[in-house]
Each structure stands twice: as C-alpha cells, then as structure tokens.
C-alpha cells in the first residue's frame, strides 16, 4: 500500500486541453521540464517548445493540431497529448479523448473564456473522461480564488473541488496549501517549490477550505459524512482513496493552480494525477474493451516528410510490436513497420508498445483516425464513433499550377485523413474543388499544409453560389436550323410549347407531334438540345423549373440529322427564353444557430443585415444559457456568417444549415449577381 491511499501504476495518457491561449502548450513544456525529459524549457514567444513544433504552428504561434511528448515521473511512464484550443481545431481533441485516462483543463481567470470552457467541459462529461481543472496565471491573479470557483462553477456539470488554497506575500500569490496534505509550500521559480510551516492566519484558512473540499467529497461518501458531522477527523488514507474514487467516477473535479511560464504549482498537478487519475485498467473499462487480442485505438494521423505515415496510437490491451498485423474495424489487415516514442515532432524507435502506452505506429497505411485496430483473429468492433462537428465554412482551391492537379488530389487525401473534420466537395457543375471546414483559421491552416507539408501551391477562392434561373411566363418558339453548305445541307425545325413550372420541379421535356411533322427517332436529339440550352439561361445561370414540349416542326428528308434538329432545340430556347420574363432564383437555406442567451439579441441584429428571416427562438435543450435560433437564409450571405457568429459570441456560437428552397431574387443585388457572371463569363 502505497503512502497517501492506494494508488495504482502503469503508462498513463493524459490529455491537456482548454480554452484558446490557456496555457496548454506552456504547461506541457513545464511537465516536460519538471520531470526531466528536457533541460531547458522553452516558450511560445520564443518558439522553441516541444509541442506546437509544426511551421504552421510556429507562423501562427498557436496549436493547430495535437502535440504528444512523453516523460517519465517517479517511476511511471506518462504521455501528454496538448490539443489545440480553438473551437476550429476542436475535433482533434474530440476524436482522441476516449483513448486518454484523464484530462487537465487548463483555463485562465478571465470570464471572457467560460463559455469555451463549459464547450470543453462538455465534451468530457458527455464522454465520461475524468478532469482536473488547472487554474493557470496565477502569477497575474488578482481576484480570489473563490470568487474565481463561483464563476467557474456554472460551467461544470460536476462540483468543482478545491484542492489547494493560495498563499500571499502582500498581493502576490507566493505559494499554496495543499488541502489534502495539510502541507503549506512556497513556489520556486523553475524549481520545486518548497514546505514551510503551515500556521498563524493561513492554518485558520486551510481549515476552513478543507473542510469544504470534505463536504463535497461526503456528498459522494455517507461514512465521511457521518464522521464529519460528529467532528472525528477522517484518516488521510479515507481522503485520498475518496478523491480518486470520486475523480475517477467523474463526480468531482479538482482544482489546482499554478504558472506554467514559472513551473510553479506543476509537480503538485503530476503527483495529483500520479494519485487520483484512473490507469488503463479503468480507461478500458469505461470504453468496455475485454482483455484478449491486443487493441489500440488511433488518435491521430500525421503525415512526416520524412518518415511518411505515423499513427498515434494508445495500445489499450496487449502487446503491439514491430511486425504485428492490425486489422481495422472493416477487416482491412496492415503491419507495423516500426513503433516510435513521441517527443513533439520527433520519434525515437522504441520497443513493443504494451497496455496503456501512447505511441505512434509507423507506415499503418489502411488506419484512419479513430480506428479501433486489433491483433486479433476477428476485427475489434469501434470502441467508439466520433463523428465530426459539421462543416461551417468553406473555400475553393486550385492548383497554382495546372501540372499539380493530380498532385492536389493526392495531397487533399493526405490532409482529410489527418484532420477528418474538412471534407471535400467536387462540384460537378462549376468544376470547383471546394474545401468545407470548421472556420477560417483551420482553412487557412490546411492550404498552407498542402504546400508545406504536401509540396503542392494552391490559389484559394470564394466558391460559386448555387444560382438559377427560371421564367416567369410562357412562349410558343420556333427554332429552324438550316444551312445551305455545297452538298449536304442541314435541316431541322421545331416549334417548343414553353412554360413556366411550380418551383422544384426541375426540368421536363414532353411531345406532343401529329402526322410524323417530326420524325420520331430525331425527337429525343430535340430533347438533347433542349436540356443543352438550358445549362446557360439569359442570364447565365442554369435554367430549371420549366417545361418544353414539342409540339410541331418540319424535316426534310435528306438534310434532316439529329445533331440539325439537337441545334434546332437549342436554337428555339435560346431565342424563346429572353421573352419569358428570366427571374434570377437564390437557394434559401434553413439555419439553427446555437449561441449562450446573453448573444441572441446579437444574432438577431446580425441575421436582419445578411437577408435572414428569423423563424424563432427556443432555449437549447441540455444547455442551460443557451437559445437556438432559427433563420432562413441565403446561401450567399451563409459564406462568412460563422465568422461573425463566432465574434459574437466569444467564438463558442455555431450553427447547421440545410438547403431548404429556391427563391426568386430581383432589384439590385440580382443585378450586380448577372453582372458579375456575365463579365466573368467574357
Ligand atoms: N503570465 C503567464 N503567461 C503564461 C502562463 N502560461 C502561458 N502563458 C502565456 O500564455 C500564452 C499562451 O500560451 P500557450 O501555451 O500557447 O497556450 P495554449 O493555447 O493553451 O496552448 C503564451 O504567450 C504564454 O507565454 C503563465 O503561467 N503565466
Ligand atoms: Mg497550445
């Protein structure tokens, strides 16, 4: 039995995450620093840290992706997985989460970051992950802590726990109390920090707080009730062994502080996590994985320029070497060519990966993020199935050159598989690779990745909005092909009744012909022609809503040919079209926007300046303080509205779209829409 409770061993993965510029990437530095795996600990504005090591990274100086070093600390092995912040970035975080043990949130005293921080939160309640909370900056503090814990509080679904109360010199925060111990300690700067005797004013205080952090612990614990309700002190044993029952269930959430830029307060997070996180043994538990053949689960994909494909792996259960063949949920089998320990962007080949070990496996070339891989026999069904946030914003990209083409669809395939939460659209129509993605920063982040990482230059673009046009009344037209060219001429002539149809009903073409005026096997070349003309109305657009039907005509019976009576077809649409009242049509799509209550008014006021049509309000189900919305809305003015929306809302407001109709548009913005199509089309 170990000191403090019994406490279990094995590698632990641990995830760092939190709101944007927390801390995140600093933190693991510090951890990296503090239990030795690098001499000397590095910063952002520096841009010498272990994670964030990536050029895009780097340029942005912020995480665009997940960073994983490893360490060890005393005795156990660790492996931290840093994710990005920013909502954008926010799948990478999602999809590897059910492979970790526990996770540090790191956040920072600024009310500005709660609603970030409940997001995040919420992705881990809803996927059970056990968290401690790291109050960060404490060196910038001036509030406290317990007014601090009030206003975090609405953003945990679970107690926040006081475990440490800070100490002060003056103003400053010069140390803590850790709750639990009944130890006082001072920081040093880059150095561990150091016991002092805990008396006078800071006893009085710990007293009080402990007692605190034990009546949230005794709502968990009827016997730790009890014994505080008739004054007997608990053993220290009982309040270690409670704590980590009460963080592995998720009930609790600890709070912890310190600087990462400082070290200070970071051995005192790694012996809480050495302490109270769950181990393996738990994680596979909670993600109902049964000793047997081995499994991991993939929680990224990185594509190295030098040594290709790495799969970031935590082996779940058994023993996964170099040479070991892992077969997907699907069936499809792939060997391990070599097994790496991370470090940031480094790998350093190591031995088997055995149960609760994060590596990365090399060359797995059929694993996807999110594949659930197994030795054995039979494919290992998914442990679990992340699908990614839908897509809110989007760009067209091009080749610079037209001699990568072939070399962009390589490079996009190899971008999708490491960040699954872009997709890409081929649009048939307007021959436009379109990229839809999570917001701004993230597109920009992939285009600069298809250069850098996959060697491919590429021009971006806003995509062409889906118009169309239609009329608004009917015609009778004519169109006669002829042509008189030496020998063999050409003849076709037809006579297409055309009308308007109800919207939605696309195109059909009908006919109508007596007494053999056009013979039959020329009428579906009519038809051809037709559809043809239709692809570029008057106003440049393609035409739908419509309906032609053929109801005379003329042959001759030498000159006659399908391709004179396809020109004949076209011919009568083009010239028939124009005087059918052309009205342009804009797709209108059905908008749900989810934002905190205090943003609604915003939305409001946002959606009046981009054509909206506010269909209601409600509160969001599940989400105290949240309202959804609900718009129509072109799909022209949906282009950039997340960016908006985002800026409205601390960056955590989001919203679904689906096509809902087409509508007519007519007066200036129609005008200025042809305009820009007809002088594109010259
Ligand atoms: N004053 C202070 N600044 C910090 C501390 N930790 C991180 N920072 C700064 O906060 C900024 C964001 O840090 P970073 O680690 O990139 O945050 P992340 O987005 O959460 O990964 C950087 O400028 C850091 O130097 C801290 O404990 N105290
Ligand atoms: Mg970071």
């Not at 805990?198 to 402990?210: I, M, S, V």
């Not at 021009?459 to 909005?465: A, E, G, I, L, R």
């Not at 009308?499 to 009519?526: A, C, D, H, M, Q």
């Amino acid at each position: 039995m170990a000191q403090n409770g019994t406490r279990a061993t094995g590698p632990r993965c641990i995830a760092l995450v939190g709101p944007f510029q927390s801390g995140k990437t600093t933190l693991l530095e510090a951890i990296l620093a503090r239990t030795g795996a690098i001499q000397r600990q590095g910063t952002i504005e520096a841009g010498n840290t272990v994670g964030d090591a990536s050029k895009e990274a780097r340029d942005h100086k912020m995480s665009v992706e997940l960073s994983v070093a490893s360490t060890t600390f005393m005795g156990d092995a660790y492996t931290m997985a840093d994710f990005p912040g920013s909502i954008e970035f926010v799948h990478d975080m999602r999809v590897a989460l059910p492979a970790v043990d526990a996770a540090v949130v790191v956040c920072e005293l600024d009310e500005k970051k709660v609603p970030q921080l409940q997001l995040i939160l919420r992705e881990l309640e809803e996927q059970k992950i056990p968290r401690f909370l790291f109050l960060n900056k404490i060196d910038k503090a001036d509030s406290t802590i317990h007014d601090v814990l009030r206003m975090l509080q609405p953003a945990s679904r679970s107690k926040l726990l006081l475990r440490q109360i800070p100490t002060f010199s003056g103003d400053l925060i010069t140390g803590f109390v850790d709750l639990a111990l009944e130890r006082a300690f001072v920081y040093k700067e880059h150095a561990p920090s150091e016991i002092i005797p805990l008396e006078g004013d800071a006893l009085d205080l710990e007293k009080t707080a402990r007692f605190s952090m034990l009546e949230t612990l005794a709502d968990h614990d009827d016997e730790l009730m009890e014994q505080l309700l008739e004054d007997i002190q608990p053993p220290r044993d009982k309040i270690f062994d409670d704590l980590s029952k009460e963080v592995r269930e998720g009930l609790v959430c600890p709070v912890l502080f310190g600087s990462a830029t400082r070290t200070n307060g970071v051995l005192r997070l790694m012996k809480a996590l050495r302490h109270e996180s769950p181990t393996i043994a738990d994680t596979t538990k909670r993600l109902g994985v049964k000793a047997g053949s081995p499994v991991a689960y993939v929680m990224k994909t990185i594509n190295t320029s030098h040594g290709g494909k790495m799969s970031v792996a935590r082996v779940l259960t058994g023993k996964i070497g170099d040479g070991t063949t892992l077969l997907r949920a699907e069936g499809e089998a792939g060997r391990v060519a070599a097994v790496f320990k991370l470090m940031g962007q480094h790998g350093e080949k190591r031995g088997p990966a055995e149960a609760g070990d994060t590596v990365a496996f090399g060359k797995l070339d059929h694993a996807k993020t999110g594949d659930t891989l197994t030795d054995g026999q039979t494919p290992h069904p998914p442990i679990v199935e992340v699908a990614p946030h839908a897509p809110v914003l989007c760009i067209a990209v091009a080749a610079k050159e037209r001699k990568d083409d072939v070399k962009l669809g390589q490079a996009l395939a190899k971008l999708l598989e490491e960040d699954p939460s872009i997709t890409v659209v081929h649009n048939a129509e307007t021959h436009e690779v379109v990229l839809w993605g999570q917001g701004e920063m993230q597109l920009r982040v992939a285009t600069e990745r298809l250069s850098d990482r996959f060697g491919v230059a590429t021009t971006s673009s806003k995509p062409t909005v889906g118009y169309r046009e239609t009329i608004k009344k009917g015609i009778v037209q004519r169109g006669r092909h002829r042509k008189q060219s030496g020998g063999h001429g050409q003849y076709g002539d037809v006579v297409l009744d055309i009308k308007p149809l109800p919207r939605g009903s696309g195109f059909t073409f009908t006919e109508e012909i007596k007494g053999g005026v056009v013979p039959r096997n020329y009428i579906p070349s009519v038809g051809e022609g037709v559809a043809d003309a239709l692809k570029h109305g008057p106003l440049g657009f393609p035409v739908v809503d419509i309906t032609a039907k053929l109801i005379d005509g003329s042959y001759h019976t030498v000159d006659s040919s399908d391709m004179a009576f396809q020109l004949a077809g076209r011919l009568a649409i083009h010239e028939g079209l124009p005087q059918c009242q052309p009205v342009l049509l804009e797709p209108i799509y059905q908008v749900e926007i989810v934002c905190p209550s205090e943003a609604t008014a915003k939305m409001n006021a946002l959606m009046s300046g981009r054509r909206g049509q506010i269909l209601g309000f409600d509160t969001r189900e599940g989400w105290d303080g949240w309202d959804v919305v609900r718009v129509q809305m072109p799909e022209s003015e949906i282009g950039d509205l997340i960016v908006e929306v985002r800026s409205a809302t601390a960056g955590v407001g989001s919203f679904t779209f689906k096509f809902d109709h087409m509508a007519e548009l007519v007066g200036r913005t129609a005008d200025q829409i042809v305009a820009a199509r007809k002088s594109a089309a010259a």
